[in-house]
């Protein structure tokens, strides 16, 4: 059974930055990466997603312009490059991946998911 192995999480001061890994850990056919996050006592947010077959990107309008998302196709892996982060990018950080996703940051379709890496944004 795939799973997604996440790295670099961790604790960033305001404006500072962290780069995401997601690592598929066997050989599947994915042509959806999706990044997502969970602050405490909210409700799960897609904040970007990558369509692999043509590099296609999406972001949330909360991230847009600060974060980026790339992939290796050759290594199965999805990055997500956080700049100028803020207190409220606080939240664990979830990526997930999937096939012929129709709606790329709503995580219902997608049906692998990595076990969560803290970001902590501090004032």
């Known amino acids: 059974q795939v799973q997604l192995v996440e790295s670099g999480g961790g604790s960033v001061q305001a404006g500072g930055s962290l780069r995401l890994s997601c690592a598929a850990s066997?050989?599947?056919?994915?042509?959806?990466w999706g990044w997502f996050r969970q602050a405490p006592g909210k409700e799960r947010e897609g904040v970007a997603a990558?369509?692999?077959?043509?590099?296609?990107?999406y972001y949330s309008g909360s991230v847009k312009g600060r974060f980026t998302i790339s992939q290796d196709r050759a290594t199965k892996t999805v990055y997500l490059q956080m700049n100028s982060l803020k207190p409220e990018d606080t939240a664990m950080y979830y990526c997930?991946?999937?096939?012929?996703?129709?709606?790329?940051?709503?995580?219902?379709?997608?049906?692998?998911w990595g076990q969560g890496t803290p970001v902590t944004v501090s004032s």
């Open positions: 990558i369509y692999t077959l043509d590099g296609s990107r």
């Open positions: 997930a991946a999937g096939r012929y996703i129709a709606t790329v940051l709503d995580s219902v379709e997608y049906n692998i």
């Open positions: 066997a050989d599947t056919y994915i042509t959806n």
